[in-house]
Nanobody, 115 residues
């Protein structure tokens, strides 16, 4: 069974920064399209950022453009989400997703931004 494990969440004041990580011993991230999603309480799961397999092209939700950066360390097989200038609206559970022939999800890491 493929496991993706997120880490790096926590409580941060508005304006602060966090770096989320996603790791796996089961798949090679550069072979997959990798995404970060988030889900706030009572809301659906929304795409935050995506990095394409192989060439690493990135796309972002409008709400995070200029503040969040998705990147991969292929040598370590780690996916990151660098988050800056956080606002309370960024409070959510953040999930890592790998997609190609199959779709895999992590269990999430909670990010809470205080006002």
């Amino acid at each position: 069974q493929v496991q993706l494990v997120e880490s790096g969440g926590g409580l941060v004041p508005a304006g602060g920064s966090l770096r989320l990580s996603c790791t796996s011993y089961d798949i090679t991230f550069k072979d997959y399209g990798m995404s970060w999603y988030r889900q706030s309480a009572g809301q659906g799961r929304d795409l935050v950022a995506f990095i394409a397999r192989l060439d690493g092209d990135t796309t972002y939700a409008d709400s995070v453009k200029g503040r969040f950066t998705i990147f991969r360390d292929d040598a370590k097989n780690v996916l990151y989400l660098e988050m800056r200038n956080l606002t309370p609206e960024d409070t959510a559970m953040y999930y890592c997703q790998a997609s190609w022939d199959e779709v895999y999800w992590g269990r999430g890491t909670q990010v809470t931004v205080s006002s």
